[in-house]
């Protein structure tokens, strides 16, 4: 990651007009349940099936926005962010696991289908407290954060870099999906979860709960991505860069690198972790498919498509290639990886600064 | 490191002891002696030049110093401090900035941004987070961009400043750090006649109130610095005292002066 990239200082006219795209696009954005609610007649009607993909690809914006703070800036190539996200999704698949109650098959009071059919007596202990939402959220958070933690102190502190780092994270995503395939995990083995009731006493799968969900993933993604622009302009994020073009020579001038990798790693697994727990109620399934290496892969161009290192890049890139994927899934699916790879390539040739760079002006 | 700045004068507790402290040190790579039972003493507030031929291991010194390479063999010391258990970030915050032989600045950032990171602060990150420039950091920092005659650049990002540039702003971040050694490898490479000059007349202020460890092989500037010299060849001292004592120094002409 020794290429500098552009961290663009737009002059005031230039952070107007950004910001006054950006709100423009949460207020189409947040018509879309609305419209939703038009009589199918209606020129303006928006389907099901809009909102609800709609939906999806805000998670995945936030999803981006997480990657694009480790490696846009600072410089962390993981490639293991789908794990952070397929984690936090499991957190909130065993909490409306927990919500089916008696409703299962087997109708058993407490324990989830794939228990009973497994011969479980009781609820394994790691299963405790799922039935309280907060609870759930936090460990969407908290596991992800933990397993960055572990993962980015070991690494960070023998100065594991570069492609030695994204190697480990593959390794990490492709170890979690194994794990996670053994029915013995308590997990569901292949199946995962799927079949969920409800969610905060709300019937899923109702025009209703689509436009609860959609709303809370693009607050999600509102909030983190002011958060994500107060630390990209704080000193901490001018400190991030710098580890990003020349690590060592920060460490020089006093930084203890190691922190503040770290910092911005967990920060970032946790927020996808969030990302993954909004996801899994709106696409109704978890499963160990979300931890395949190729999914870390796909999002980190999403990143690189809309352009790294700028946070409305990543929001972009995850929209852009998103629609593109669901476009070309339907008209031709065998082409979607190979367009992929090419999209990867045509960019890192081409617009080496991504699809945002093509509207903002390059530094000076 | 908790306080913003200290005053940058009477620090030292006995301006008598050495501040740096080298005795006996070796680096092997490889089987290769970088470093050869290298001693060097540098006190409080002196100014010190270090010259010798390429590959003597005048830059290898500094690494020992700063913490980026462990000796084999030797002891260093900053006060009293032992470096060689030290990492770069501990030792940088004791009180040791470098200026690198191949300058290194932050391309992304602006001449402003690199010297507000060197700043002497508070350099956790939620600190960083919570980092607000307070009028009196914006003038030291606006007062040393003056002093580096970057002024007109100051808004400008450092990919696009020229070498000799570069070298200033390097220097610009030392004097942020507001560090009690400095070390400083061939600060002139690449700076016009004046510049050199400019350099020169820089150093020798800054010493006195800090110790200036300053490597440079242009030794029409190591005499405009005045300073005591040291001579390293092949990793060991060969001589040192005045420019003019070391320039007439029979083993100095010939490893060094007299190719
Ligand atoms: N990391 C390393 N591994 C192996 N050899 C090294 C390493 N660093 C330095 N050396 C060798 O040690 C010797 C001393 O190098 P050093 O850079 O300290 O010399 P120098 O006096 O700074 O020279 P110059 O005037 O060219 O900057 C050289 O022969 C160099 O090749
Ligand atoms: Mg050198």
Redo the contacts with the bound molecule.
């Keep these: 990651m020794s290429a500098t990239i552009a961290t663009p200082a737009p002059g005031t006219t230039g952070r107007l007009t950004i910001r006054l795209v950006l709100i423009g696009a949460i207020l189409v954005l947040a018509v879309l349940p609305v419209l939703n609610q038009l009589p199918a007649e209606s020129t303006l009607h928006v389907s099901d099936f809009i909102v609800s993909i709609t939906g999806k690809w805000i998670t995945y914006a936030v999803l981006a926005l997480a990657i694009d703070l480790a490696w846009g800036y600072a410089g962390i190539l993981s490639l293991g962010h789908g794990a952070f996200f397929a984690l936090g999704g499991y957190a909130m698949g065993m909490h409306l696991m927990r919500l089916i109650g008696p409703r299962g098959v087997y109708g058993h009071p407490t324990l989830p289908d794939f228990m009973v059919f497994l011969g479980y007596q009781e609820l394994p202990w790691y299963w405790l407290g799922f039935e309280h939402f907060p609870y759930a959220v936090l460990m969407a958070m908290a596991v992800p954060g933990v397993l960055a933690a572990i993962l980015g102190f070991l690494a960070f502190r023998s100065r594991i870099t570069g492609v030695y780092l994204s190697i480990i994270t593959q390794a990490m995503t492709y170890a979690l999906m194994l794990a996670f395939f053994r029915n013995d995990m308590g997990f569901g083995g292949n199946n995962g979860f799927t079949d969920f009731k409800e969610l905060l006493g709300m019937p899923l799968n109702t025009d209703n709960a689509r436009a609860v969900l959609f709303y809370a993933s693009l607050a999600l993604l509102v909030v983190a991505f002011l958060a994500c622009t107060r630390i990209t302009q704080s000193k901490l994020g001018r400190v991030l860069v710098a580890i990003r073009d020349a690590e060592s020579r920060v460490r020089f001038l006093g930084y203890d690198v190691t922190r503040h990798k770290l910092f911005v790693f967990v920060l970032s697994a946790a927020l996808a972790g969030l990302a993954g727990a909004l996801y899994v109620p709106q696409v109704g399934i978890i499963n160990p498919g979300e931890f395949s290496p190729g999914n870390s892969i796909e999002a980190v161009i999403w990143v690189a498509v809309g352009g790294r290192g700028t946070l409305v890049g990543a929001v972009l890139g995850a929209f852009s290639v998103n629609a593109l994927k669901t476009w070309l899934t339907t008209v031709a699916p065998d082409l979607w990886l190979f367009a992929l790879g090419g999209l990867f390539v045509a960019v890192t040739l081409f617009l080496p600064r991504g699809l945002i760079g093509l509207f903002a002006k390059a530094p000076k | 490191m908790s306080d913003g700045y200290s005053p940058p004068l009477g620090r030292s507790k006995d301006s008598s002891a050495p501040v740096l402290y080298l005795d006996g040190v070796s680096?092997v790579?490889?089987g290769?002696r970088?470093?050869n039972n290298l001693s060097l003493v540098v006190d409080a507030g002196e100014l010190r030049a270090i010259i010798?031929?390429?590959?003597?291991?005048?830059?290898?010194?500094?690494?020992v110093i700063t913490g980026k390479?462990r000796p084999t063999a030797g002891v260093v010391r900053f006060r009293d401090h032992d470096l060689t258990r030290l990492d770069e970030a501990t030792i940088a915050n004791l009180g040791i900035g470098r200026k690198f032989?191949k300058p290194t600045v932050f391309d992304a950032l602006t001449v402003f941004e690199n010297l507000e990171l060197a700043l002497k602060a508070p350099r956790g990150p939620f600190a960083c987070l919570a980092w607000l420039l307070s009028g009196e950091a914006r003038r030291r920092i606006e007062a040393t961009v003056e002093e580096i005659g970057l002024t007109a650049r100051m808004h400008d990002r450092a990919a696009i400043l020229s070498h000799g540039q570069r070298q200033w702003l390097e220097i610009g971040m030392l004097l942020m750090q507001d560090p009690e050694l400095l070390l400083v490898?061939?600060p002139v490479a690449g700076m016009t006649d004046q510049e050199t000059e400019h350099t020169a007349a820089l150093l020798v202020r800054i010493a006195g109130q800090r110790s200036v460890v300053v490597?440079e092989?242009d030794l029409e500037f190591v005499r405009a610095l005045g300073s005591k010299v040291t001579v390293?060849c092949e990793?060991s001292m060969l001589s040192e005292g005045s420019i003019d004592h070391v320039q007439n120094d029979p083993r100095v002409i010939e490893v060094y002066l007299g190719r």
Excluded: I, R, S
């Design positions: 680096v790579f490889d290769f970088a470093l010798g031929p390429n590959g003597a291991g005048k830059t290898t010194m500094m690494d390479t032989q490898d061939e490597v092989h390293l990793g």
